[in-house]
């Protein structure tokens, strides 16, 4: 017996720790994307993928190809990609989120082929029938940041860090894990790093992803160490106001008490990160946040974008699978694994769809302040930021926020899909059927086709009828 427990406690010493990489701060974070370069012209086009692994990406990956041929009549081969400004991720959505970000649409054609249809567990423990599996799972996780995070480099990011990012790319990008010990959600942000007085141009990609995609007990969490006295921080006003405002959101009270927590050597020295969907499967809660601290009304839009913005567009791509619980036909159950799986896909799930809700809302009010400051402005800043006054509409802005997920699709298409794992590797089959699911409840998403009959001209409207053909409608947008 003795010896049982001596050799049960060396394997559960055996579970790969991750030591922390992050480097200390020197100066401070810049901007992922300098404003300057952003968002030039009328179109505004924001993404947010959800988790579920390899599922998660195809899916993203159809919705990208679905905007791709949007819009192509009108001569560019890129389609709407070329207005989309900030991507979103969640765990296996984080994957199209970092590559995306990083390469824009270049970095679309050919994905497939380099990564979807490649075995993304290559360098993975994934047998559950391993004493020794079982042990690193309850110790920790079973594998550290050596499989996945080097995959993801070795096949799509070659070592690029946010860095990197800042200086090649013109997208905003959010990559999300979360926070076991804050119960939320971690964005990859500079202002986050501030707070934890680290060098975010120095983190790769890879480990971002790698963060986002750490499924508890298949992975050991991503370590960062949190560098204070090593920077001069100062905290930023809203989170100021925020601990003294009665009417801040909780998901704003909870994210200052994060960036907080951050800065006190006795509370918090290691943040220890897990997958994003434990607190927001979707990756809106950063975009809630940001429109709640803004200071400004034009936020997180610079002022010139703010006045030429028309017409903007968030989709959501949802790629979660409907549950077939067998344990609803019969008195027992569930119970074991079961019992947890269900625990945790039920908490994932009410953060999503409350994550989601919040985001809109906060979307919602944003439009009629937006136009209120855009309204008050005097017409000569407004020919100062435009560039001239010359069919200048104050009131000519429209938000269109909608979600592609798996319910709008035929039941038989549906059914298939819901059978498809949520693993870092997918049959060829599996992978194409998933894209083109993409494909399709993009096309059908409502908002969607709202925000192409949005747009003057007639290049868009085969598009639009061949949308509504598909099961789409024509909706009004949030302002409406």
């Known amino acids: 017996m003795r010896r049982a427990v001596f050799s049960l406690l060396l394997l559960l010493g055996c579970a790969p720790w991750n030591q922390p990489l992050n480097q200390p ?76 970000g990083l390469y824009g649409p270049a970095g679309v054609p050919g994905f497939r082929e380099r990564f979807l249809v490649t075995d993304g567990e290559a360098y993975m423990v994934t ?42 790319s ?20 500079p202002e986050t790093f501030d707070a934890l007085c680290s060098d975010l141009s120095k983190v790769r990609l890879s480990e971002a992803v790698a963060a986002s995609a750490a499924f508890p007990l298949v992975f050991t969490p991503i370590v960062l160490k949190a560098h204070q006295g090593k920077c001069d921080y100062r905290e930023p006003d809203w989170l100021t106001a925020a601990r003294y405002n009665p009417e801040a959101t909780a998901a704003m009270r909870a994210h200052a008490r994060a960036l907080e927590s951050y800065t ?13 969907g434990i607190t927001d499967n979707f990756g809106t809660t950063g975009l809630a946040v940001e429109r709640a601290r803004a200071q400004v009304p034009y936020a997180p839009l610079t002022e010139e974008e703010a006045v030429k913005l028309k017409r903007m567009l968030f989709l959501v791509a949802n790629a979660g699978v409907e549950e077939d619980y067998d344990w609803t036909q019969k008195v027992a159950g569930p119970g074991g694994v079961n019992l947890a799986m269900s625990i945790a896909t039920s908490a994932m799930s009410a953060a999503s769809r409350s994550g989601y809700d919040s985001m809109r809302g906060e979307l919602r009010f944003w439009e009629a302040e937006l136009i209120e400051w855009r309204c008050a402005l005097p017409m000569a800043e407004v020919r100062r930021l435009r560039g001239s006054t010359a069919g200048w509409d104050c009131k000519d802005v429209k938000l269109f926020v909608g979600e592609a997920s798996f319910a709008s699709l035929p039941p038989d298409m549906r059914d298939a899909l819901n059978k498809v794992p949520t693993r870092l590797k997918l049959k060829t089959s599996d992978v194409d059927m998933v894209i083109e699911a993409g494909r399709l409840a993009t096309r059908m998403t409502p908002e969607f086709n709202g925000f192409l009959a949005s747009l003057s001209g007639n290049a868009v409207d085969s598009r639009i009828e061949a949308g509504i053909a598909a099961g789409g409608r024509r909706v009004m947008p949030l302002g409406n």
């Open 264 to 276: 006190n050597p006795e509370e918090v020295k290691f943040v220890k990160l897990l997958d994003g």
């Open 127 to 168: 047998s559950g029938l391993n004493p020794l599996t079982i042990a690193k799972g309850v110790a920790g996780g079973v594998n550290g940041r050596d499989t996945f995070g080097r995959y993801l480099d070795d096949t799509l990011f070659k070592g690029a860090t946010f860095g990197d990012l800042r200086k090649r």
């Open 25 to 100: 701060l020197q100066d401070e974070n810049a901007p992922l994307v300098e404003p300057a370069v952003v968002g030039d012209g009328e179109l505004y086009i924001g993404l947010a993928f959800s988790g579920g692994g390899l599922r998660a990406t195809s899916f993203a990956y159809g919705m990208l190809e679905e905007l791709r041929a949007a819009g192509v009549e009108t001569g560019s081969p890129n389609g709407l990609l070329d207005q989309v400004r900030l991507v979103s991720g969640v765990s296996g959505g984080s994957i199209m989120a970092a590559q995306f």
């Open 170 to 189: 013109r997208i905003k990008t959010w990559i999300n894990a979360t926070d076991m010990a804050n119960n939320t959600p971690f964005l990859f942000s």
